[in-house]
T-cell receptor, first 119, second 114 residues
């Protein structure tokens, strides 16, 4: 199997506080994880690529100082939304890349998502 | 640059009828194509992928997809739709850049009526 978990599933916070979201690959190791953001009735927007042991690669327009990513181990990546504001309210989804055999035999498996509401 | 297009925002089908969710792609090299399904307030679930080999790919929950190189399409199909198949479906292509990230289509909402 390939299971990816996220915690918390839902969080409500006050404006100006920081929120940490965890993404774990439960039954496989992932040197690469991805963080997405999804607005209602829209597709997924890739925010950044999280690389174990090195700095994350951010997509254009994503503030790296606001969305801190740490890939501390082969099974854990965290996304911290710093000084959150209401416009950061969204559905955040992570995925982990599982490689079987060659690099071309890879598949991304997604977590269940985290609903963030900033008041 | 790699891209996929899902021309239909929504597909309606009666339970028991065959369903097709369309996807076309544009790639500069070999296409690596994926289908994912998303249920309300949930993450994406992997359905199937095409890397190489047979053009007809079988996946989870009875879904299959047909890779058609001449039409640059990768339509998702199921012979007999279930009400529980109602969800949001995303087609994706793997980017050929350094990160091999997935590039998603805009999604197609499948509504299966009982």
């Amino acid at each position: 199997g390939a299971v990816v978990s996220q915690h918390p599933s839902r969080v409500i916070c006050k404006s100006g506080t920081s929120v940490k979201i965890e993404c774990r690959s439960l039954d496989f190791q992932a040197t690469t994880m991805f963080w997405y953001r999804q607005f209602p009735k829209q597709s997924l927007m890739l925010m950044a690529t999280s690389n174990e042991g090195s700095k994350a690669t951010y997509e254009q327009g994503v503030e790296k100082d606001k969305f801190l990513i740490n890939h501390a181990s082969l099974t854990l990546s965290t996304l911290t939304v710093t000084s959150a504001h209401p416009e950061d309210s969204s559905f955040y989804i992570c995925s982990a890349r599982k490689i079987a055999g060659t690099a071309y035999q890879e598949t991304q498996y997604f977590g269940p998502g985290t609903r963030l509401l900033v008041l | 640059a790699q891209s996929v297009a899902q021309p239909e925002d929504q597909v309606n089908v009666a339970e028991g009828n065959p369903l097709t969710v369309k996807c076309t792609y544009s790639v500069s090299g070999n296409p690596y194509l994926f289908w994912y399904v998303q249920y309300p307030n949930r993450g994406l679930q992997f359905l199937l992928k095409y890397i190489t080999g047979d053009n007809l790919v079988k996946g989870s929950y009875g879904f299959e997809a047909e890779f058609n190189k001449s039409q640059t399409s990768f339509h998702l199909k199921k012979p007999s739709a279930l009400v529980s198949d109602s969800a949001l479906y995303f087609c994706a292509v793997r980017d050929d850049g350094a990160t091999n990230k997935l590039i998603f289509g805009t999604g197609t909402l499948l509504a299966v009526q009982p």
